[in-house]
């Protein structure tokens, strides 16, 4: 049995029953368990989909734009929150990456998946403009700038 008991005074776990506070149940296993478990059931997400189901492979540099879209996602979130007045700079360049890419409707909804992606974990993180998230943001554009000059160098135009 994979469950703590809500009374706040027993803990079940593994089938064992032990009577001590709430506080002391093993909750981070408990919750890693269940997500892990719900994740295993759920179906793949649809850029792994399209690749099964498309004939075509995917471009050799895909886990760097399927990188880059997430970390545009993040810069979107980090330097609005940090009030950048970018004025959406970051959609936008996920936006030029799509019409670039010019890529099918599955691939397309993962990649804007991958940027929503980067936005919703960091905004989980961060709620306020912190030196943290300061330094996060600044982080993550210089990881952009590698990848962004990584593709073409490597892999041409």
């Known amino acids: 049995m994979l ?3 809500a ?5 079940a776990l593994f089938g064992k029953e032990t009577m001590r506070p709430r506080s002391f149940c093993p909750r981070p296993v408990l919750t890693f ?3 892990a478990i719900a994740a ?20 050799a540099y895909e886990e760097q734009i399927l990188e880059r879209a997430e970390i545009l996602g993040s810069l979107h979130y980090l330097r609005e929150l940090c009030q950048a007045g ?18 099918s409707a ?6 804007v998946a991958r940027f929503n992606r980067g936005f919703r974990a960091l905004r989980e993180v ?14 993550y554009l210089r990881q952009g700038m590698r990848i962004a000059a990584e593709i073409p160098n490597r892999y041409g135009q």
């Open 40 to 59: 295993a059931a759920l179906p793949l997400p649809a850029g792994a989909a399209d690749a099964q189901n498309d004939n075509t492979l995917p471009p």
């Open 7 to 11: 009374d706040g005074y027993s803990c």
């Open 86 to 103: 970018e004025n959406g700079l970051w959609r936008t360049q996920m936006e030029g990456m799509l019409s670039a890419e010019q890529p």
């Open 33 to 35: 368990v269940v997500a």
């Open 3 to 5: 469950l703590a008991i």
């Open 106 to 111: 599955n691939r397309k909804a993962y990649l």
């Open 126 to 139: 961060y709620r306020a403009c912190t030196p943290a998230a300061a330094e996060a943001a600044n982080r």
